[in-house]
């Protein structure tokens, strides 16, 4: 353990179960066993070096007679603040890019193609202090920022998508969002898709500085397969995952930031959800570390960002998660031809009523709804 914080819930069933019944309680926790992806040595090596774990996995799907597989690998990462969050603005937004360059390259040895980081992950998750100054001071423009630009030398230098989740200033409207910018592998910018739900939650203060996202569920074409990106809080919101799933997306990424005492035991449970009911992937990705908030007023500390990133998919398993504690890149291979495989098993999609709550629903939203429940 670091601390007083438990490293990963894997490692301790792992230690303290015997051989057999560890196998049998991983089947009923996690689901069909995920196969260990063989990655090269010099991007272990490379991690080692510079001080991240380093997890592959993959999920096979059944093998078809008419489609090939449609095999994908998704880099998701994790990772600490660089600087006290007293350092200067630009040397912390530098300090965040290079290590993330860092990483970035270690996915490129192990042949990822869509790579995902954290929810503004250029900074520190500042929001319970309400406080705007320094914090607004990280938002940058979606288009133009040097966030993105630093995304973009990425993207064309590994031929990789870069799904950029920022703090972004909208000069033109004069307006803060919780943006993640996506990345085309040819270093074209896609385009961008806001937070949806902003929480009104314990520290949570973030409709002090940004307010809805306004960009719907777009999903984003790659030449990879049909991603969408459902960013932190959206994550208990079924509807919202079910809109992306609804608009073609076959991989969902999670951006988030996130603390134990809050949300830890719902972690493992929301994201899965969603691949189970939306036939498709979904990948959680969460921060690490205790951010300490010096010399501002309302808080100095948020509590621990557990880390603990993790990919499902529609057939109910899931790859072992990340630390709870540790920077981390988890390398997950993804077989796309099992969405469609588990739709036709399971038939969600067919089964839904989705007309029926349509209509149920647009009528429980009016101002003038009477519930449907008879009384004696
Ligand atoms: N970043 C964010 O929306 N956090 C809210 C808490 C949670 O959803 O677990």
Not at 130 to 138: A, D, S
Request: with cysteine; net charge negative.
């Amino acid at each position: 353990m670091a601390g007083c914080e438990l490293d990963s819930l894997e490692e301790t069933l792992e230690t303290h179960l015997p051989e057999a019944e560890l196998r049998e309680v991983k089947r009923i926790l996690f689901g069909k066993q995920t196969e260990k992806l063989d990655l090269p040595a010099c991007a272990v090596d490379a991690a080692s070096e510079r001080n991240f774990e380093l997890k592959g996995y993959k999920f096979e799907a059944t093998q078809e007679q008419l489609r090939p597989p449609r095999k994908v690998r998704v880099g998701l990462v994790q990772n600490h603040i660089v600087l006290p969050t007293d350092a200067p603005v630009l040397d912390q937004i530098n300090a965040m890019h290079s290590r993330i360059g860092e990483i970035v390259e270690v996915a490129a040895m192990c042949g990822v193609n869509i790579v995902c980081f954290q929810e503004t992950w250029t900074m520190p998750f500042a929001f319970c202090t309400r406080e705007k100054e320094p914090w607004t001071e990280f938002a940058e423009s979606a288009e133009d920022g040097n966030t993105t630009h630093f995304c973009q030398e990425l993207a064309r230098k590994y031929n990789m998508v870069v799904v950029s989740p920022i703090l972004e200033r909208d000069e033109q409207h004069s307006t803060l969002w919780n943006t993640a910018v996506v990345i085309s592998n040819s270093g074209n910018m896609l385009g961008k898709t806001r937070k949806n739900h902003i929480p009104r939650i314990g520290d949570f203060n973030e409709s002090t500085y940004y307010m809805e996202g306004n960009t719907g569920h777009t999903v984003f074409q790659t030449q990879f397969g049909r991603i969408a990106v459902n960013i932190c809080y959206g994550r208990h919101h079924p509807l919202n995952w079910f809109m992306y799933s609804m608009n073609g997306a076959e991989i969902i990424f999670n951006p988030s930031a996130t603390v134990g005492a809050l949300s830890e035991p719902m972690w493992a449970i929301e994201a899965r959800n969603a691949a189970i009911a939306n036939h498709c992937f979904t990948c959680a990705i969460n921060r690490v570390g205790t951010t300490l908030l010096f010399g501002f007023t309302a808080h100095h500390d948020f509590g621990h960002f557990y880390g603990s990133s993790y990919v499902a998919a529609p057939d109910g398993s899931r790859s072992p998660g990340l630390s709870r504690t540790r920077d981390g890149l988890l390398v997950v291979e993804l077989d796309l031809n099992m969405n469609r495989q588990i739709s036709d098993k399971w038939s969600f999609k067919m089964t839904g009523r989705y007309a029926e709550y349509a209509e149920e629903l647009s009528a429980a939203v009016r101002h003038d709804f009477k519930p449907n429940i008879v009384k004696e």
